[in-house]
């Protein structure tokens, strides 16, 4: 919408120009109530508000003496307010004087509106933003976020570094001692676990030691009882073959000339017992007693001496002539039994 005096944009709802002062008829009632609004009871006619610099502001927020903030209608919207109490009213424009009926009428100049004095509320709003400023400079000073030192300042930072280096050396000096402890704490252990490790490994060595002790004190013994074995073995052979030499001595005694020494060999077979009990040497002779029968003729010079002297003996085959095969059962029954009982005991004739 635009202002019909001066032609300027202004709101709908504003009854005043804040321009040229002139009323918005679009936001009242009628001409009558337009009329009766525009004088008041004394005569005098109502104007809206005006800023300091001649400019209406209507949105421009102002404080009031009871320190409430109202808002001001702006050139587009809202109701204006109407001034503080203890500001100045602005005198109402000069009626237009009607021309005579008949007579052009002329263009009326937009009239400026009176200016305003200022509102002590801007003094207290002014007050209030160079404390603010007058704050922040301390909350700065006294934080320094910057790292800047100011003079005030200098003796704290310069007696800190003691405190902080004090603190340091009794903490450096507690965790020292701390830690020497536990090294003194870690060598003991170490040393108690050294020591029960040697103990123990003079332990297992002493263990060691007895076990090969008995060992070798069970080979002794073994190795003596083995000797003594041997020993004994030995004597009891000594004395066998010096009571087989024995009866071989009087074995070998001259015989009758008509002697044998197993008459029935030919005809009866003797017993392992009855063959056991002569000796060595009888068996010997016993044995070939049975081939000199056929006139076998020996390679040994005892048995020929001994055969040759016997009267029923006629050398007839030598070795290579004689025939084992002429014996009979009995005889050659009584040759094995000999013959087993000769090698057990490991003759020499055999």
């Known amino acids: 919408m635009f202002c019909p005096n001066c032609n300027e944009r202004i709101n709908s709802t504003q009854r005043f120009c804040p321009h040229c002062g002139a009323r918005n008829p679009a936001a009242g009632g009628g001409a009558a109530e337009d009329g009766a609004a525009d004088v008041g009871r004394d005569g005098t006619q109502e104007m809206p508000p005006a800023s300091a610099d001649g400019e209406a502001e209507a949105s421009e927020n102002t404080w009031h003496a009871d320190g409430a903030n109202s ?9 204006p307010v109407p001034p503080p109490p203890n500001a100045t009213t602005p005198m109402p424009p000069v009626p237009p004087v009607q021309p005579p009926s008949g007579a052009p009428i002329p263009m009326q100049p937009p009239v400026q509106p009176a200016p305003q004095k200022n509102s002590p509320n801007v003094a207290s709003i002014v007050v209030l933003a160079a404390a603010a400023v007058l704050l922040l400079a301390v909350v700065l000073v006294v934080v320094n976020p910057f790292g800047g030192q100011t003079d005030n300042e200098t003796p704290v930072v310069e007696e800190a570094p003691a405190a902080s280096a004090a603190t340091e050396a009794e903490q450096r000096t ?15 252990t170490d040393a108690a ?7 123990e490994k003079e332990k297992a060595e002493a263990e060691k030691a007895k076990a090969e002790a008995e060992k070798q004190k069970a080979e002794a013994e073994k190795e003596k009882a083995e000797a003594e074995a041997e020993a004994a073995r030995k004597e009891a052979e000594a004395a066998k073959k010096s009571a087989e030499q024995a009866q071989a001595q009087s074995s070998q005694a001259p015989k009758p000339n008509n002697f044998y020494i197993l008459p029935d060999s030919s005809s009866r077979v003797y017993s392992y017992g009855e063959l056991d009990s002569l000796s060595t040497y009888d068996l010997f002779l016993a044995r070939n007693e049975i081939f000199a029968r056929y006139g076998r003729i020996f390679q ?51």
């Not at 808002?71 to 109701?79: F, L, M, T, V």
């Not at 701390?178 to 090294?183: D, H, L, V």
């Not at 676990?193 to 103990?199: D, L």
């Open 174 to 188: 507690a965790d020292d001692v701390a830690a020497e402890e536990a090294e003194e704490a870690q060598s003991e």
């Open 71 to 79: 808002y001001q209608s702006g050139p587009y919207g809202g109701a």
């Open 193 to 199: 676990s050294e020591a029960i490790a040697a103990a």
């Open 300 to 350: 040994s010079d005892d048995l020929n001496s001994y055969f040759n002297s016997q009267s029923w003996y006629d050398p007839r085959y030598t070795p290579e002539a004689f025939d084992n095969n002429w014996l009979n059962s009995t005889e050659r029954a009584n040759v094995d039994t000999m013959l087993q009982i000769e090698q057990s005991r490991n003759s020499p004739y055999v």
